[in-house]
Protein backbone atom coordinates (compact mmCIF):
# COMPACT_ATOMS: atom_id res chain seq x y z
CA UNK A 1 0.00 0.00 0.00
CA UNK A 2 3.12 2.34 0.67
CA UNK A 3 4.08 1.73 -3.00
CA UNK A 4 0.62 2.59 -4.08
CA UNK A 5 0.53 5.68 -1.54
CA UNK A 6 3.35 6.90 -3.13
CA UNK A 7 2.33 6.55 -6.84
CA UNK A 8 -0.97 8.45 -5.93
CA UNK A 9 0.91 11.63 -4.93
CA UNK A 10 3.38 11.74 -7.93
CA UNK A 11 0.32 11.16 -10.59
CA UNK A 12 -1.58 13.75 -8.38
CA UNK A 13 1.24 16.34 -8.44
CA UNK A 14 1.48 15.72 -12.30
CA UNK A 15 -2.22 15.80 -12.84
CA UNK A 16 -2.50 19.40 -10.76
CA UNK A 17 0.05 20.69 -13.38
CA UNK A 18 -1.72 18.83 -16.58
CA UNK A 19 -5.52 19.86 -15.87
CA UNK A 20 -5.62 22.47 -13.66
CA UNK A 21 -4.57 24.95 -16.34
CA UNK A 22 -2.67 23.46 -19.09
CA UNK A 23 -4.76 20.74 -20.72
CA UNK A 24 -8.04 23.36 -20.13
CA UNK A 25 -6.55 25.84 -21.82
CA UNK A 26 -4.90 23.85 -24.91
CA UNK A 27 -8.19 21.88 -25.49
CA UNK A 28 -10.69 24.67 -25.15
CA UNK A 29 -7.95 26.46 -26.95
CA UNK A 30 -8.08 24.01 -30.05
CA UNK A 31 -11.79 22.98 -30.33
CA UNK A 32 -12.14 26.81 -30.51
CA UNK A 33 -9.55 27.35 -33.17
CA UNK A 34 -10.31 24.32 -35.54
CA UNK A 35 -13.89 25.52 -35.17
CA UNK A 36 -13.45 28.95 -36.61
CA UNK A 37 -11.14 27.83 -39.07
CA UNK A 38 -13.14 24.97 -40.15
CA UNK A 39 -16.05 27.58 -40.55
CA UNK A 40 -17.88 26.18 -37.62
CA UNK A 41 -17.95 22.31 -39.40
CA UNK A 42 -20.54 21.80 -36.63
CA UNK A 43 -23.19 22.93 -38.73
CA UNK A 44 -22.54 19.70 -40.96
CA UNK A 45 -22.98 17.11 -38.58
CA UNK A 46 -26.57 15.61 -39.65
CA UNK A 47 -24.79 15.37 -43.24
CA UNK A 48 -22.25 13.69 -41.34
CA UNK A 49 -24.79 11.32 -39.95
CA UNK A 50 -26.05 10.39 -43.31
CA UNK A 51 -22.46 9.69 -44.48
CA UNK A 52 -21.84 7.26 -41.82
CA UNK A 53 -24.20 4.86 -42.90
CA UNK A 54 -23.58 5.42 -46.43
CA UNK A 55 -21.25 2.14 -47.48
CA UNK A 56 -18.31 3.44 -49.87
CA UNK A 57 -17.36 -0.11 -51.23
CA UNK A 58 -15.23 1.10 -54.04
CA UNK A 59 -12.21 3.26 -51.92
CA UNK A 60 -9.53 2.45 -50.57
CA UNK A 61 -9.42 0.98 -46.72
CA UNK A 62 -10.16 -1.91 -44.80
CA UNK A 63 -13.44 -1.61 -42.89
CA UNK A 64 -16.31 0.57 -43.83
CA UNK A 65 -16.82 3.81 -42.49
CA UNK A 66 -19.36 2.76 -40.23
CA UNK A 67 -17.30 0.23 -38.75
CA UNK A 68 -14.36 2.40 -38.27
CA UNK A 69 -17.10 4.97 -36.52
CA UNK A 70 -18.20 2.22 -34.59
CA UNK A 71 -15.11 1.10 -33.89
CA UNK A 72 -14.34 5.07 -32.48
CA UNK A 73 -17.55 4.57 -30.68
CA UNK A 74 -16.48 1.31 -28.77
CA UNK A 75 -13.62 3.37 -27.40
CA UNK A 76 -15.09 6.30 -26.62
CA UNK A 77 -18.76 5.22 -25.41
CA UNK A 78 -17.15 3.96 -22.59
CA UNK A 79 -17.62 4.37 -18.74
CA UNK A 80 -16.71 8.21 -18.91
CA UNK A 81 -20.23 8.17 -20.39
CA UNK A 82 -21.05 7.00 -16.99
CA UNK A 83 -19.11 6.49 -14.20
CA UNK A 84 -16.99 9.66 -15.23
CA UNK A 85 -19.58 11.90 -15.84
CA UNK A 86 -20.74 11.07 -12.05
CA UNK A 87 -17.08 11.76 -10.97
CA UNK A 88 -17.05 14.95 -12.41
CA UNK A 89 -20.43 15.71 -10.82
CA UNK A 90 -19.05 14.48 -7.47
CA UNK A 91 -15.84 16.42 -7.56
CA UNK A 92 -16.49 19.70 -9.53
CA UNK A 93 -20.14 20.15 -8.78
CA UNK A 94 -23.07 20.18 -11.29
CA UNK A 95 -21.69 22.85 -13.33
CA UNK A 96 -18.56 20.45 -14.33
CA UNK A 97 -21.27 18.84 -16.69
CA UNK A 98 -21.88 22.09 -18.77
CA UNK A 99 -17.76 22.17 -19.09
CA UNK A 100 -17.78 18.74 -20.04
CA UNK A 101 -20.95 19.30 -22.63
CA UNK A 102 -19.18 22.21 -24.35
CA UNK A 103 -15.86 20.07 -24.36
CA UNK A 104 -17.91 18.03 -26.55
CA UNK A 105 -20.05 20.40 -28.86
CA UNK A 106 -16.45 22.32 -29.74
CA UNK A 107 -14.68 19.19 -30.13
CA UNK A 108 -16.37 18.29 -33.07
CA UNK A 109 -13.97 20.34 -34.93
CA UNK A 110 -11.02 18.82 -33.09
CA UNK A 111 -12.31 15.40 -34.08
CA UNK A 112 -12.63 16.61 -37.84
CA UNK A 113 -9.44 18.23 -38.11
CA UNK A 114 -7.74 15.12 -36.45
CA UNK A 115 -9.09 12.70 -38.33
CA UNK A 116 -8.82 14.67 -41.63
CA UNK A 117 -5.00 14.43 -41.32
CA UNK A 118 -5.14 10.76 -40.04
CA UNK A 119 -6.36 10.22 -43.87
CA UNK A 120 -4.42 12.57 -45.53
CA UNK A 121 -1.15 11.05 -44.17
CA UNK A 122 -2.11 7.32 -43.73
CA UNK A 123 -0.05 4.61 -45.15
CA UNK A 124 -0.22 1.49 -46.67
CA UNK A 125 1.65 -2.38 -45.84
CA UNK A 126 2.77 -4.34 -48.57
CA UNK A 127 0.05 -6.51 -47.26
CA UNK A 128 -2.62 -3.88 -48.31
CA UNK A 129 -3.47 -2.67 -44.68
CA UNK A 130 -3.89 1.08 -43.89
CA UNK A 131 -1.84 2.83 -41.52
CA UNK A 132 -2.69 6.12 -39.49
CA UNK A 133 -3.08 8.83 -36.40
CA UNK A 134 -1.33 11.89 -35.51
CA UNK A 135 2.18 9.54 -35.53
CA UNK A 136 2.01 9.64 -39.21
CA UNK A 137 0.86 13.20 -39.65
CA UNK A 138 3.46 14.53 -37.81
CA UNK A 139 6.28 12.71 -39.50
CA UNK A 140 4.84 12.68 -43.05
CA UNK A 141 3.14 15.90 -42.20
CA UNK A 142 5.44 18.29 -39.98
CA UNK A 143 8.71 15.67 -40.41
CA UNK A 144 8.70 15.49 -36.63
CA UNK A 145 9.59 11.93 -36.36
CA UNK A 146 10.64 12.77 -32.46
CA UNK A 147 7.05 13.49 -31.72
CA UNK A 148 5.60 10.98 -33.60
CA UNK A 149 7.52 8.91 -31.67
CA UNK A 150 6.64 10.26 -28.27
CA UNK A 151 2.86 9.88 -29.26
CA UNK A 152 2.87 6.68 -29.89
CA UNK A 153 4.83 5.79 -26.82
CA UNK A 154 2.56 7.60 -24.88
CA UNK A 155 -0.88 6.30 -26.85
CA UNK A 156 0.25 2.66 -26.33
CA UNK A 157 0.41 3.40 -22.70
CA UNK A 158 -2.73 5.26 -22.40
CA UNK A 159 -4.19 1.88 -24.33
CA UNK A 160 -3.16 -0.02 -21.09
CA UNK A 161 -4.75 2.82 -18.94
CA UNK A 162 -8.01 4.11 -20.19
CA UNK A 163 -8.42 1.05 -22.68
CA UNK A 164 -8.36 -1.92 -20.76
CA UNK A 165 -7.53 -1.35 -16.84
CA UNK A 166 -9.99 1.11 -16.59
CA UNK A 167 -12.64 -0.48 -18.31
CA UNK A 168 -11.71 -3.88 -16.50
CA UNK A 169 -11.82 -2.30 -13.14
CA UNK A 170 -15.37 -0.83 -14.02
CA UNK A 171 -16.32 -4.01 -15.08
CA UNK A 172 -15.82 -5.91 -12.12
CA UNK A 173 -16.57 -3.49 -9.95
CA UNK A 174 -20.33 -3.94 -11.35
CA UNK A 175 -20.32 -7.94 -10.82
CA UNK A 176 -18.87 -7.59 -7.51
CA UNK A 177 -21.08 -5.00 -6.24
CA UNK A 178 -24.77 -6.34 -7.45
CA UNK A 179 -23.40 -10.16 -8.07
CA UNK A 180 -21.15 -10.82 -5.60
CA UNK A 181 -18.40 -12.04 -8.13
CA UNK A 182 -15.00 -11.43 -6.47
CA UNK A 183 -12.93 -9.11 -9.26
CA UNK A 184 -10.37 -11.64 -9.95
CA UNK A 185 -12.63 -13.74 -11.62
CA UNK A 186 -14.21 -11.12 -13.78
CA UNK A 187 -10.94 -10.00 -14.86
CA UNK A 188 -9.63 -13.66 -16.17
CA UNK A 189 -12.77 -14.05 -17.85
CA UNK A 190 -13.01 -10.78 -19.49
CA UNK A 191 -9.46 -11.46 -20.71
CA UNK A 192 -9.91 -14.36 -22.30
CA UNK A 193 -13.35 -13.30 -24.00
CA UNK A 194 -10.87 -10.26 -25.14
CA UNK A 195 -8.05 -12.13 -26.87
CA UNK A 196 -10.03 -14.31 -29.07
CA UNK A 197 -11.25 -10.88 -30.61
CA UNK A 198 -8.27 -8.72 -30.77
CA UNK A 199 -6.19 -11.89 -32.32
CA UNK A 200 -9.15 -11.39 -35.02
CA UNK A 201 -7.67 -7.85 -36.04
CA UNK A 202 -9.00 -4.90 -36.68
CA UNK A 203 -11.62 -6.52 -39.51
CA UNK A 204 -12.80 -9.03 -36.19
CA UNK A 205 -12.93 -5.99 -33.98
CA UNK A 206 -14.83 -3.79 -36.45
CA UNK A 207 -17.64 -6.55 -36.56
CA UNK A 208 -18.03 -6.65 -33.11
CA UNK A 209 -18.47 -2.95 -32.69
CA UNK A 210 -20.73 -2.80 -35.50
CA UNK A 211 -22.95 -4.93 -33.62
CA UNK A 212 -22.46 -4.43 -30.00
CA UNK A 213 -22.36 0.15 -30.13
CA UNK A 214 -25.63 0.50 -31.42
CA UNK A 215 -27.39 -2.12 -29.29
CA UNK A 216 -25.46 -0.63 -26.18
CA UNK A 217 -26.92 3.03 -26.71
CA UNK A 218 -29.94 2.77 -27.40
CA UNK A 219 -30.25 0.25 -24.06
CA UNK A 220 -28.61 3.06 -22.40
CA UNK A 221 -30.84 5.93 -23.52
CA UNK A 222 -33.96 4.10 -23.49
CA UNK A 223 -33.19 3.77 -19.67
CA UNK A 224 -31.95 7.39 -19.21
CA UNK A 225 -35.28 8.38 -20.55
CA UNK A 226 -36.92 6.62 -18.39
CA UNK A 227 -35.41 7.67 -15.28
CA UNK A 228 -35.84 11.48 -16.65
CA UNK A 229 -39.13 10.97 -17.40
CA UNK A 230 -39.87 10.23 -13.51
CA UNK A 231 -37.75 13.10 -12.69
CA UNK A 232 -39.63 15.22 -15.10
CA UNK A 233 -40.63 18.28 -12.00
CA UNK A 234 -36.63 18.67 -12.05
CA UNK A 235 -35.81 18.46 -15.51
CA UNK A 236 -35.46 22.62 -15.82
CA UNK A 237 -34.18 23.26 -12.14
CA UNK A 238 -31.33 20.90 -13.10
CA UNK A 239 -30.76 22.64 -16.24
CA UNK A 240 -30.96 25.80 -14.44
CA UNK A 241 -28.09 24.02 -11.88
CA UNK A 242 -26.02 23.07 -14.23
CA UNK A 243 -25.37 26.49 -16.38
CA UNK A 244 -25.17 28.70 -13.24
CA UNK A 245 -22.71 26.46 -11.19
CA UNK A 246 -20.78 26.66 -14.30
CA UNK A 247 -19.59 30.25 -13.50
CA UNK A 248 -20.44 31.23 -10.55
CA UNK A 249 -18.73 29.08 -7.66
CA UNK A 250 -20.99 31.04 -4.89
CA UNK A 251 -24.00 30.38 -6.16
CA UNK A 252 -26.56 27.58 -4.68
CA UNK A 253 -29.21 26.48 -6.93
CA UNK A 254 -31.97 23.97 -5.97
CA UNK A 255 -29.81 23.05 -3.06
CA UNK A 256 -27.01 22.66 -4.70
CA UNK A 257 -23.82 24.69 -4.37
CA UNK A 258 -21.44 25.18 -6.76
CA UNK A 259 -17.62 24.31 -6.65
CA UNK A 260 -15.58 27.69 -7.86
CA UNK A 261 -15.53 27.62 -11.78
CA UNK A 262 -11.88 26.21 -11.83
CA UNK A 263 -12.55 23.44 -10.51
CA UNK A 264 -15.76 22.71 -12.48
CA UNK A 265 -14.12 23.09 -15.52
CA UNK A 266 -11.33 21.34 -14.53
CA UNK A 267 -13.10 17.95 -13.87
CA UNK A 268 -15.77 18.76 -16.64
CA UNK A 269 -13.02 19.54 -19.52
CA UNK A 270 -10.74 16.18 -18.26
CA UNK A 271 -14.12 14.07 -18.35
CA UNK A 272 -15.48 15.29 -21.52
CA UNK A 273 -11.86 14.68 -23.25
CA UNK A 274 -11.72 11.27 -21.28
CA UNK A 275 -15.67 10.59 -22.80
CA UNK A 276 -15.50 11.98 -26.40
CA UNK A 277 -11.15 11.76 -26.94
CA UNK A 278 -11.24 14.83 -29.21
CA UNK A 279 -7.78 16.00 -29.18
CA UNK A 280 -6.25 13.24 -28.09
CA UNK A 281 -5.72 11.58 -31.05
CA UNK A 282 -7.29 7.60 -30.23
CA UNK A 283 -9.97 7.66 -32.77
CA UNK A 284 -7.92 8.93 -35.86
CA UNK A 285 -5.97 5.76 -35.64
CA UNK A 286 -8.79 3.81 -36.84
CA UNK A 287 -10.06 6.25 -38.89
CA UNK A 288 -7.60 5.69 -41.30
CA UNK A 289 -8.66 2.66 -42.07
CA UNK A 290 -11.77 3.26 -43.37
CA UNK A 291 -12.95 2.53 -47.13
CA UNK A 292 -13.09 6.50 -47.88
CA UNK A 293 -12.76 8.63 -51.11
CA UNK A 294 -11.22 11.79 -49.95
CA UNK A 295 -10.12 12.74 -46.30
CA UNK A 296 -13.02 15.20 -45.65
CA UNK A 297 -15.86 12.84 -45.82
CA UNK A 298 -14.29 10.37 -43.25
CA UNK A 299 -13.51 12.71 -41.20
CA UNK A 300 -17.05 14.13 -41.29
CA UNK A 301 -18.23 10.64 -39.90
CA UNK A 302 -15.33 10.54 -37.36
CA UNK A 303 -16.88 13.74 -35.99
CA UNK A 304 -19.97 12.42 -35.41
CA UNK A 305 -18.52 9.91 -32.75
CA UNK A 306 -18.06 13.18 -30.55
CA UNK A 307 -22.01 14.31 -30.69
CA UNK A 308 -23.31 11.14 -30.14
CA UNK A 309 -20.85 10.94 -27.24
CA UNK A 310 -20.64 13.81 -25.37
CA UNK A 311 -23.13 16.31 -26.75
CA UNK A 312 -26.08 13.43 -26.46
CA UNK A 313 -25.18 10.52 -23.87
CA UNK A 314 -23.21 12.55 -21.44
CA UNK A 315 -25.63 15.57 -21.22
CA UNK A 316 -28.33 12.82 -20.48
CA UNK A 317 -26.37 11.05 -18.15
CA UNK A 318 -25.61 14.39 -16.31
CA UNK A 319 -29.35 15.41 -16.85
CA UNK A 320 -30.30 12.16 -15.26
CA UNK A 321 -27.49 12.76 -12.01
CA UNK A 322 -28.53 16.23 -11.23
CA UNK A 323 -31.96 16.14 -11.12
CA UNK A 324 -31.98 12.51 -9.06
CA UNK A 325 -29.72 14.53 -6.57
CA UNK A 326 -32.22 17.21 -6.64
CA UNK A 327 -35.11 14.95 -6.69
CA UNK A 328 -33.66 13.21 -3.32
CA UNK A 329 -31.73 15.35 -1.77
CA UNK A 330 -28.84 13.89 -1.50
CA UNK A 331 -25.86 15.63 0.29
CA UNK A 332 -23.04 16.02 -2.19
CA UNK A 333 -20.51 16.64 0.89
CA UNK A 334 -20.99 12.88 1.63
CA UNK A 335 -20.41 11.53 -2.01
CA UNK A 336 -16.82 11.64 -3.79
CA UNK A 337 -17.09 8.30 -6.15
CA UNK A 338 -19.40 8.69 -9.66
CA UNK A 339 -20.39 5.33 -9.28
CA UNK A 340 -22.81 5.82 -6.10
CA UNK A 341 -24.35 8.56 -7.78
CA UNK A 342 -25.16 6.38 -10.97
CA UNK A 343 -26.56 3.23 -8.31
CA UNK A 344 -28.27 5.92 -6.92
CA UNK A 345 -29.74 7.29 -10.29
CA UNK A 346 -30.79 4.27 -11.99
CA UNK A 347 -31.76 2.92 -8.70
CA UNK A 348 -35.27 4.36 -9.41
CA UNK A 349 -36.40 2.44 -12.11
CA UNK A 350 -38.37 -0.65 -10.30
CA UNK A 351 -36.85 -3.92 -10.48
CA UNK A 352 -34.82 -3.91 -13.61
CA UNK A 353 -32.73 -0.22 -12.85
CA UNK A 354 -29.61 -1.82 -11.53
CA UNK A 355 -29.42 -4.29 -14.46
CA UNK A 356 -29.83 -1.63 -16.78
CA UNK A 357 -26.70 -0.12 -14.95
CA UNK A 358 -25.12 -3.48 -15.05
CA UNK A 359 -25.61 -4.22 -18.65
CA UNK A 360 -24.62 -0.79 -19.81
CA UNK A 361 -21.34 -0.69 -17.79
CA UNK A 362 -20.79 -3.93 -19.15
CA UNK A 363 -21.27 -3.55 -22.80
CA UNK A 364 -19.56 0.29 -22.75
CA UNK A 365 -16.37 -0.84 -21.02
CA UNK A 366 -16.11 -3.59 -22.97
CA UNK A 367 -16.33 -2.13 -26.38
CA UNK A 368 -13.81 0.28 -25.55
CA UNK A 369 -11.31 -2.67 -24.14
CA UNK A 370 -11.45 -3.59 -28.37
CA UNK A 371 -11.47 -0.42 -29.58
CA UNK A 372 -8.46 0.50 -27.61
CA UNK A 373 -7.00 -2.40 -28.28
CA UNK A 374 -6.43 -1.63 -31.86
CA UNK A 375 -5.08 1.87 -30.71
CA UNK A 376 -2.62 0.29 -28.71
CA UNK A 377 -1.37 -2.13 -31.57
CA UNK A 378 -1.49 0.71 -34.27
CA UNK A 379 1.41 2.57 -31.85
CA UNK A 380 3.22 -0.97 -30.71
CA UNK A 381 3.36 -1.42 -34.67
CA UNK A 382 4.52 2.23 -35.63
CA UNK A 383 7.30 1.78 -32.67
CA UNK A 384 8.67 -1.86 -33.20
CA UNK A 385 6.89 -3.56 -36.29
CA UNK A 386 4.68 -6.63 -36.57
CA UNK A 387 7.00 -8.59 -33.85
CA UNK A 388 6.03 -6.30 -31.37
CA UNK A 389 2.61 -7.05 -31.64
CA UNK A 390 2.46 -10.43 -29.98
CA UNK A 391 3.98 -8.77 -26.83
CA UNK A 392 2.12 -6.13 -26.98
CA UNK A 393 -1.39 -8.29 -27.09
CA UNK A 394 0.09 -10.86 -24.21
CA UNK A 395 0.56 -6.98 -22.08
CA UNK A 396 -2.88 -6.03 -22.63
CA UNK A 397 -4.88 -9.18 -21.58
CA UNK A 398 -2.34 -9.66 -18.93
CA UNK A 399 -3.84 -5.94 -17.75
CA UNK A 400 -7.46 -7.02 -18.22
CA UNK A 401 -6.93 -9.32 -15.90
CA UNK A 402 -4.99 -7.85 -13.35
CA UNK A 403 -7.11 -4.23 -13.22
CA UNK A 404 -9.65 -5.60 -10.41
CA UNK A 405 -7.09 -5.70 -8.28
CA UNK A 406 -5.84 -1.99 -8.41
CA UNK A 407 -7.96 0.89 -6.54
CA UNK A 408 -10.25 3.03 -8.77
CA UNK A 409 -9.08 6.79 -8.20
CA UNK A 410 -5.45 5.52 -8.68
CA UNK A 411 -6.37 4.06 -11.97
CA UNK A 412 -8.89 7.01 -13.07
CA UNK A 413 -5.90 9.55 -12.02
CA UNK A 414 -3.36 7.55 -14.11
CA UNK A 415 -5.79 7.87 -17.48
CA UNK A 416 -5.79 11.40 -16.93
CA UNK A 417 -2.08 12.07 -16.98
CA UNK A 418 -1.61 9.91 -20.10
CA UNK A 419 -4.91 11.37 -22.10
CA UNK A 420 -2.85 14.89 -21.52
CA UNK A 421 0.49 13.54 -22.81
CA UNK A 422 -1.10 11.89 -25.79
CA UNK A 423 -2.92 14.25 -26.92
CA UNK A 424 -0.28 17.17 -26.74
CA UNK A 425 1.59 16.32 -29.87
CA UNK A 426 -1.67 15.45 -31.38
CA UNK A 427 -2.78 18.93 -31.04
CA UNK A 428 0.57 19.81 -31.92
CA UNK A 429 0.05 18.01 -35.03
CA UNK A 430 -3.71 19.38 -35.81
CA UNK A 431 -2.35 22.97 -35.28
CA UNK A 432 0.59 23.26 -37.10
CA UNK A 433 -1.42 21.31 -39.82
CA UNK A 434 -4.51 23.67 -40.10
CA UNK A 435 -3.59 25.06 -43.20
CA UNK A 436 -3.48 21.51 -44.73
CA UNK A 437 -7.70 20.90 -43.28
CA UNK A 438 -8.61 24.14 -44.42
CA UNK A 439 -7.38 23.10 -48.19
CA UNK A 440 -8.74 19.59 -47.57
CA UNK A 441 -12.14 21.09 -46.54
CA UNK A 442 -12.72 23.52 -49.30
CA UNK A 443 -11.73 20.87 -51.85
CA UNK A 444 -14.08 18.07 -50.79
CA UNK A 445 -16.51 19.93 -48.50
CA UNK A 446 -19.25 20.51 -51.17
CA UNK A 447 -17.71 17.55 -53.29
CA UNK A 448 -18.07 14.53 -51.01
CA UNK A 449 -18.03 12.12 -53.40
CA UNK A 450 -14.96 13.41 -55.20
CA UNK A 451 -11.79 10.79 -55.41
CA UNK A 452 -9.13 11.66 -53.70
CA UNK A 453 -6.32 10.60 -56.61
CA UNK A 454 -3.24 11.03 -54.62
CA UNK A 455 -0.74 8.30 -54.03
CA UNK A 456 -0.69 6.35 -50.65
CA UNK A 457 2.57 5.29 -49.71
CA UNK A 458 3.49 1.68 -49.05
CA UNK A 459 5.83 0.95 -46.28
CA UNK A 460 7.49 -2.52 -45.29
CA UNK A 461 5.39 -4.47 -42.76
Given at each position: MGILNSIQACVDSVNSVLWDYLMIILLMGAHLFLTIRTGFIQKKTFKAIKLSVTKDPDAEGDISQFGALTTALASTIGTG?????????????????FWCWLTGVFGIATKYAESLISVKYRVKTKDGRMLGGA???????LHMKWLAVLFAVFAMIASLGIGCMVQ??????????????????????????TMFVIFGGV?????????????????YIIGCIGILIYNYQYLLPALQAIVTLAFDGNAVVGGLAGSGMMIAARYGVARGLFSNESGMGS???VAAAAQTRNPVRQALVSSTGTFWDTVIVCAMTGLVLVSTIMRTGLDMGTIKDGSVLTSLAFGQIPYVGRLILVVAIVTFAYSTILGWAYYGERCAEYLGGKKILMPYRIIYIVGIAVAPLITLQLVWDLADTFNALMAIPNLVAVLLLSNVVVRETKKYINNIDAKDTSPIPEIKD
Open positions: NIIGVGTAIALGGPGAVMYALERGSNAIANVWTENLGVPGWIVGVVCAVVKAIANVCEKLVPFMSAFAPI
